[in-house]
């Protein structure tokens, strides 16, 4: 079974005017006015990604090892879409010797990757303007240094004129999936945890529904205390598009392994699950490489912790030749007309993460 080993209250009321007063401002949600969290595969501005430095996570081997691997990443979506790399000033000339000339550089100091976690979590209001829905990051429940990691959301609003909405929560966007439709899929043990959030689940829900613009709240129980998140959504199951989820599992269920006990109750949960339209899921299943060429407990061999840019699919593979190619067809199938491109991240999945961990999408604003 996959591991992940990696890794203001809403309401009030006030005007949201445009222009720069309110850039990188926290406001409270407008009563009347509703943003919401685009599906990944919408049209992107620009990727996000954040460069790894701290030697209090890595010693210096693995260190250059994990930013070997972030620059694959970032110059194969680079490909496809801009890619904006935030990385302090001190370790800018480092990082362009790795990225090339394709990546631009953004001066905002970070701590490490995972800009899923730490980095904006962007959503739209029916004007098509975007804003940032804070989601306050605390190295998952203050088990990792991320004095720099903790700011990069308001860092980033700030840089690109954003308002930026407060939620109320504590934890990570890796924690959850949205449809873009209404339906948002959580692990309770990623959110329900005394280590962010000291709050009722449905006080939960309600500040997270707000937060993303969704309507139906799927919670599934997941595992606290075995991995650092505590059992991030999205190295498990992810929504393809309205009502669509994927999901990484294996056939059976080993009851010994408490990942793959969750990881079926999950499933469970799904199968008796209805999107926030009332119509039952479609549930698409990818079994988990078997052979892959890191062998470790905690090796993150996930398929799912894909990044969908402009007009590709960025994801892992993992030396299963076999499971890799199934991979790429059912992900081709599932996202047509996109190429589907693999690359080799095994120091990022040694440290308990993927392609998706390490992204953050900036959707484009509409007219």
């Avoid at 009030?12 to 005017?17: F, P, R």
């Avoid at 693995?62 to 979506?77: D, F, G, K, S």
């Avoid at 990051?137 to 700011?151: E, S, V």
């Amino acid at each position: 079974m996959t591991r992940i080993s990696r890794r203001g209250l809403l309401g009030g009321s006030i005007t949201l005017g445009a222009g720069a007063a309110l850039a990188g401002k926290t406001i409270m949600q407008h009563g009347t006015r509703r943003y919401e969290m685009p599906l990944e595969s919408e049209p992107h501005e620009r990727c996000l990604m954040q460069w790894p430095v701290s030697l209090a996570v890595y010693d210096r081997a693995a260190l250059v090892r994990v930013q070997q691997a972030v620059a694959r990443i970032a110059t194969t979506i680079a490909r496809h879409e801009p890619v904006a790399m935030l990385v302090g000033r001190d370790q800018a000339a480092a990082a362009r010797l790795m990225l090339g000339g394709a990546v631009e550089l953004w001066d905002i100091s970070t701590d490490d990757l995972w800009c899923r976690d730490s980095g904006p979590t962007f959503v739209r209001g029916a004007d098509g303007k975007l804003a940032v829905a804070l989601i306050q990051f605390n190295g998952w429940g203050n088990k990792q240094p991320h004095a720099r990691d903790k700011l990069i959301a308001r860092k980033v609003a700030q840089r690109l004129g954003l308002p930026v909405i407060a939620s109320g929560l504590v934890g990570e966007q890796g924690g959850v999936e949205h449809d873009g439709a209404g339906t948002v899929l959580a692990h309770a043990s990623s959110w329900a945890n005394p280590n962010r959030n000291r709050l009722p689940l449905a006080e939960i829900e309600r500040r997270l529904l707000a937060a993303l613009g969704g309507r139906k709240m799927i919670w599934a129980p997941g595992i606290k205390g075995k991995d650092i998140t505590d059992y991030h959504i999205d190295a498990l199951a992810r929504f393809v598009g309205p009502g669509k989820v994927l999901i990484q599992l294996g056939e059976a269920i080993d009851h010994d392994d408490p990942w793959s006990v969750a990881g079926h109750e999950t499933l469970r949960i799904l199968q008796a699950a209805c999107d926030a339209n009332g119509n039952r899921l479609q549930i698409i299943r990818l079994p988990e490489p078997l052979d892959t060429r890191v062998t470790s407990a905690d090796f993150v061999a996930s398929y799912v912790n894909y990044y969908v840019a402009n007009g590709a699919v960025i994801a892992a593979q993992f030396g299963d030749s076999r499971a890799d190619g199934r991979a790429r067809e059912l992900l081709q199938d599932l996202y047509p007309g996109r190429a589907v491109e693999m690359i080799e991240i095994d120091a990022i999945g040694e440290n308990g993460g993927g392609i998706h961990c390490a992204t953050q999408q900036q959707p484009k604003a509409e007219a």
